[in-house]
């Protein structure tokens, strides 16, 4: 299980793929003792790692279960890495409030954006499910976050997502908190008929589309 100190971090992104935390937590405390930074850890081990197995998700390679298992030995490594960054944050690409919407109780895709969000190193504040147009736009306001995702799996609860676009028009915020949207029933139309910034059918496409928001600011 040991790695050399140039195949380290390959062997960090190995073992995350493979699901074993345990090998994880040892192996990112073996490349600390090496003076690898934090950082280097994080992007080129851990979230390498979670790239590979995103895409293998994508590419239909590898199912949801695998994916929990990541992202639990994901998890394993970043628990030993936040002490250290003097910030006392991880360093991430941006911030995104996401949430199921008022109304809906469904959150198992949602909770998988969140999982794919984390791992390709954003931070996620998870409003979990039943969430009021106004807590989506408040929290985003609150903790300075560019993005606002919501999920809905019941055609009865899709008509708040417009609402929480109209919140954030009605308070002059559409410019600085973009907006994507997903579910089973949402569609790239409906995104456009309600005014959302973007539509993401699948974990790795809402992932690649907030991305983008990011690199277009």
């Not at 970043?78 to 995104?96: A, E, H, Q, W, Y």
Request: hydrophobic letters at 45%; charged letters at 25%.
């Amino acid at each position: 299980m040991k790695g050399s100190d140039m195949g380290i971090l390959e062997d960090i992104s190995s073992a995350l793929q493979r699901g074993n935390g345990k090998d994880v937590g040892k192996l990112v405390e073996e490349a600390l003792a090496g003076r690898r930074e934090p950082k280097e850890i994080l992007d080129n081990g851990l979230i390498a790692g979670m790239n590979v197995i995103g895409q293998k998700y994508k590419d239909h390679e590898i199912f949801l279960p695998e994916v929990l298992l990541a992202a639990k030995a994901m998890y394993a490594g970043m628990d030993i890495l936040k002490p250290l960054f003097l910030s006392g944050k991880m360093p991430t690409l941006g911030r995104v409030v996401i949430g199921t919407v008022q109304g809906d109780i469904h959150d198992i895709g949602k909770n998988l954006v969140c999982i794919m969000l984390r791992g390709a190193g954003f931070e996620v504040i998870d409003l979990g499910k039943d969430v009021a147009p106004k807590k989506f736009v408040d929290t985003a306001v609150n903790e300075g976050a560019r993005v606002i995702g919501m999920s809905a799996l019941l055609t009865t609860t899709m008509p708040v997502m417009k609402n929480v676009v109209e919140l954030l028009k009605k308070d002059g915020l559409q410019s600085k908190i973009k907006t994507i949207i997903g579910g089973a029933p949402v569609s790239d139309e409906f995104a456009r008929h309600i005014g959302a910034d973007a539509y993401g059918y699948d974990s790795m496409q809402a992932v690649e589309r907030i991305k983008r928001f990011f690199s277009e600011a």
